[in-house]
């Protein structure tokens, strides 16, 4: 065989690319739980359902992912044939601030959308971060309110629960970027630019710690690679302030604001940002938010650039392990914030706005690292082909059970009987229907209860008990069929 694709002996190595993962029923019936769980949270807060298509133009998308520095880096981009660039969406917040724009007119305001869908990044994967994968989000457009955000956070808890969490196995943390542009301004730092790099070292912070980020704050980090990242080229007393900043979380949200009242110093936007999370931490504490599910902490910067002000940022809790059963921190499993700028790209007015985004597959990935089992995928009630001339009565009898509403499907195979009902137990199936040459005569139907199979051979150790015993098997009239797999069907 040859590694050459023009030759008509290639063949290629079947694999999936990096990053994009293969998710079978049991995966899929697990993110679809999540999805269904958290929409109901949203709808229950009365945010509505909005779905965009998954390219937008390139320049609509914009560069705000943390290493934009790099042309077209981060996303997966194409040419149109009118020669316009598009590129698949990295989140799903850029292509609502486009829909917004493009409909303002026509919309109730405040807007209040939420979305679920695939986006897709073009970095390196790793450890439950995959470059195809999907979001769950919800976004309230016109409200500068910071009732807005705090409302955003409660709902976003609740989110996190409905989707299979404890209220103690995860933690809400927020910031205001407003305090650290104080912080920045007091010290002299004026640049957008070098503002962005603080911003990126401070995001830093859980993965290099105060050291690692202390580099890149000043002069720069080389890494155990031996690759090099410039920095924010801070000077060591306003890297230290910066520092001393990002360490100023711990206690209740009131004692977090007054440390760091005291450490930013006064300057408009630091108290602007200060006033603003003290009317979140009074909406949240109206919403009944406990001081342990919502925390401020002011290491917490998120790395996209269009946030404006309050961030947030959600942590997972949750032991979880390894593929060698050592235990991981999992990390951040959702985050958001407000982005008051981002729609006036288009419309060159101001649009406040604020909303929250999880990834469904990265928590699916999470409860799977924390030993929670993938939902099994119910298989349907496989009827049993025993030969060609019954295939009729196979198929009438499929057609029963799924105008019942029952899964149900014909065994299509070449294999005997023993191979099919293996299949049906690897399906996972509640049931097999036979209907053999004794059945159809007597006008009858075997029925084999497979759950409860299942359930009585976890304690036998007897083979032949178990083969005589016959667990689970009753034979009905033909009439019958549909009442009596509807009774195993209900009880899974």
């Not at 850029?94 to 917004?100: S, V, W």
């Amino acid at each position: 065989m040859t590694d050459d694709p023009k030759t008509p002996d290639f063949r290629p190595e079947a694999r999936a690319p990096k990053g994009f993962a293969d998710r079978r029923a049991g995966d899929l019936a697990g993110q679809r739980a999540i999805i269904e769980a958290v929409s109901a949270v949203y709808e229950r807060y009365g945010f509505q359902a909005l779905d965009t298509g998954a390219f937008e133009y390139a320049d609509a998308l914009g560069k705000f992912l943390p290493d934009a520095e790099r042309p077209n880096a981060g996303v997966f981009a194409l040419q149109d044939d009118d020669d316009q660039w598009m590129a698949l969406r990295y989140d799903l917040t850029a292509p609502l601030a486009r829909f917004a724009a493009e409909n303002w007119q026509a919309l109730p305001k405040p807007f209040r959308r939420y979305a679920v869908g695939t986006v897709w990044r073009n970095e390196k994967p790793g450890p439950g971060r995959f470059r195809e994968f999907v979001q769950c989000d919800a976004d309230t457009v016109g409200s500068d309110r910071p009732e807005a955000d705090a409302e955003i956070i409660a709902m976003a808890l609740e989110g996190l629960q409905a989707a299979g969490l404890d209220r103690s196995q995860a933690v809400i943390r927020i910031n205001n970027r407003k305090l650290l542009n104080g912080l920045l301004t007091g010290a002299g730092v004026t640049g957008e630019a070098q503002r962005l790099a603080v911003l990126r070292a401070v995001d830093k912070l859980d993965r290099l710690g105060p050291d690692g980020v202390r580099y890149l704050l000043g002069e720069g980090r080389k890494d155990e690679s031996g690759a090099f990242t410039p920095g924010a080229k801070l000077n060591a007393k306003a890297a230290e302030q910066v520092l001393a900043f990002t360490a100023g979380g711990g206690g209740s949200r009131g004692e977090t604001l007054d440390r760091l009242a005291s450490v930013i110093g006064a300057s408009p936007e630091g108290d602007e940002g200060l006033k603003e999370l003290s009317l979140i931490a009074a909406a949240l504490n109206s919403l009944g938010v406990g001081e342990d599910e919502a925390t401020f902490e002011p290491s917490i910067v998120r790395g996209l650039e269009y946030y404006t002000g309050a961030v947030f940022e959600a942590e997972l809790l949750l032991e979880t392990l390894d593929e060698a059963g050592k235990p991981m921190r999992f990390g951040s499993i959702g985050g958001g914030g407000r982005y008051d700028d981002l729609i006036a790209r288009f419309t060159g007015e101001r649009t406040p706005a604020t909303g929250f985004s999880f990834g469904v597959s990265r928590l699916a990935a999470a409860l799977a690292a924390a030993g929670r089992p993938s939902l099994a995928s119910r298989g349907p009630v496989v009827i049993i082909a025993f030969d060609q001339a019954g295939m009729g009565e196979y198929f009438a009898a499929c057609a029963q059970l799924r105008a019942a509403g029952i899964a149900a499907e014909v065994y299509l195979g070449s294999s005997g009987m023993k191979a099919q009902m293996k299949y049906a137990d690897r399906r996972n199936s509640p049931a097999a229907v036979i209907l053999g040459g004794d059945e159809l005569a007597a006008g009858t139907v075997t029925i084999k209860d497979l759950d409860l199979g299942r359930k009585l051979a976890e304690g036998l150790t007897d083979h032949g008990a178990w083969a005589q015993g016959r667990p689970g098997q009753q034979t009905v009239a033909r009439a019958d069929l549909v009442g009596a797999v509807r009774a195993i069907v209900d009880q899974a």
